[in-house]
């Protein structure tokens, strides 16, 4: 068997760039750029709509950064909780986290709908984003214990 390579000695010891800094940053300020990519996608998403885009090439940017923004708050969203909350409540937490989650995501694409359906969606996807703006803005108060 032929001797490993630096890079091969690398690739199975060494942390990938994204582990580099998520340690470097910390998890809760990724997440919070996560919800910044976010609200990004409701602002593309509103503006595509107002502006009647239908190039296929904008339209993979916005499905990109959307893409960016759920992989980042999936990923993060428990690990963040699991860093603020105490041990013996992790359970009860994570219990929270998903019913809150799950409860905002209803109503949120509830009204989304709504709004879209009775006015436009420009003002749907508008009134999105200013909500996830205030979350975001919510979110920089936090302080890990």
């Known amino acids: 068997m032929a001797p490993m390579t630096t890079v091969g000695k690398c690739r ?7 582990a580099l800094w998520r340690i470097a940053v910390g998890h809760l ?27 296929v ?3 993979a940017v916005i499905f990109f950064v959307a893409g960016l ?8 969203e428990s690990t963040v909780t699991a860093e603020m909350v ?10 929270a986290l998903g019913t809150v989650n799950g409860t ?13 359906t009775a006015v436009s969606p420009t003002l749907g996807f508008g009134l999105a984003a200013l909500l996830m703006a ?7 108060r936090v302080r890990n214990a």
């Open 104 to 116: 905002a995501k209803f109503v949120s694409s509830a009204t989304v709908g709504l709004v879209w």
């Open 134 to 140: 205030a979350g975001t803005l919510a979110m920089l």
């Open 69 to 76: 923004y759920v992989t980042v708050e999936e990923a993060l």
């Open 29 to 55: 300020p990724m997440l919070v750029g996560g919800y910044v990519l976010g609200t990004l996608t409701a602002v593309l998403t509103a503006l595509a709509f107002w502006l009647s885009v239908d190039s």
């Open 57 to 59: 090439p904008l339209l």
């Open 12 to 18: 199975s010891r060494c942390p990938t760039r994204s």
């Open 86 to 95: 105490q041990a013996d409540t992790l359970m009860i937490s994570y219990g």
